[in-house]
């Protein structure tokens, strides 16, 4: 069983940066491929970036790629999202989720998610 609780959203202008951050319970968090997804109002919830169990192997969606940094920290059972460049685009409430071992882009394929925190970039 993993808890995410995530942190670090926000208010920002166009170009401005925001950190987020998830904070993880469970004592196998580094078995666990992170996820940052996000939805915006009235569309469907969307895949932003991933990262391995072993920290690697990151991954982006096309939107975000040069813009957005995904890392993790076993040791302290963390995952953060560095959002630079930001765009009105980007406005959306972002979660953090997780799933054993096997990497996806598939927001039904995580079992655990957290509550959400909201991303707003205004223009």
């Known amino acids: 069983q993993v808890q995410l609780v995530e942190s670090g959203g926000g208010l920002v202008e166009a170009g401005g940066s925001l950190r987020l951050s998830c904070a993880a319970s469970?004592?196998?968090?580094?078995?666990?491929?992170m996820g940052w997804f996000r939805q915006a109002p009235g569309k469907e919830r969307e895949f932003v970036a991933g990262?391995?169990?072993?920290?690697?192997?990151?991954y982006y969606a096309d939107s975000v790629k040069g813009r957005f940094t995904i890392s993790r920290d076993n040791a302290q059972n963390t995952v953060a999202l560095q959002m630079n460049s930001l765009k009105p685009e980007d406005t959306a409430v972002y979660y953090c989720?997780?799933?054993?071992?096997?990497?996806?882009?598939?927001?039904?394929?995580?079992?655990?998610w957290g509550q959400g925190t909201q991303v707003t970039v205004s223009s």
């Open positions: 989720a997780a799933r054993m071992l096997v990497f996806s882009t598939t927001p039904g394929d995580y079992s655990y």
């Open positions: 469970g004592r196998t968090f580094s078995r666990y491929v």
């Open positions: 990262i391995s169990w072993t920290g690697g192997e990151p």
